[in-house]
C-alpha cells in the first residue's frame, strides 16, 4: 500500500512548489520576519528549519548542501555568519508562526513568520 509523502501540496506541481519555498527561505533569512498565508508559512518554517540545521556545521559540505537549496549568495553568507551561530545552543525549533486576521480580498488566513532572536 503507497503512503502518502509528507508536506503541503500548495496547489502547485513540485517544481514550482520549490520555487516557492526557496524564494519564501530566501526572504525569511534576509529580513527575519515575512507575512504569508498560513500553509506556506508552515511548510516555509520546516523548509527554512531543515537550512537552519545544516548551517549550523558551518563545513563545506553543509555550505554546498544550502547552496543547492538558496541561490542567493548574500542570504547564505548571512545564513553561515550571522543566523547559524544564533542558535549554535539551541536543537529546532528556530521559526514561529503567528496566525493573523484572514485576508480581505478571499478570507484566506494569513501567519507571520519570523525567526526567534
Known amino acids: ?25 530566501t526572504d525569511l533569512l ?11 508559512a508552515k511548510e516555509c518554517s520546516r523548509f527554512t528549519e531543515k537550512l537552519i540545521s545544516k548551517a549550523k556545521k558551518g563545513d563545506l559540505n553543509a555550505r554546498r548542501a544550502v547552496l543547492k537549496d538558496l541561490h542567493d549568495v548574500a542570504v547564505i553568507k548571512k545564513l553561515f555568519d550571522v543566523i547559524a551561530p544564533r542558535y549554535s545552543s539551541r536543537a529546532g ?16 488566513q494569513m501567519a507571520l513568520i519570523k525567526l526567534i532572536a
Open 1 to 25: 500500500m503507497a503512503k502518502t509523502a509528507a508536506g503541503r501540496k500548495l496547489g502547485r506541481k513540485g517544481g514550482h512548489r520549490t520555487q516557492l519555498l526557496r524564494s519564501l527561505a
Open 30 to 40: 534576509r529580513y527575519e520576519q515575512i507575512q504569508t498565508t498560513f500553509p506556506k
Open 93 to 108: 525549533g528556530y521559526t514561529r508562526v503567528f496566525k493573523l486576521q484572514a485576508r480581505q480580498g478571499d478570507n484566506a
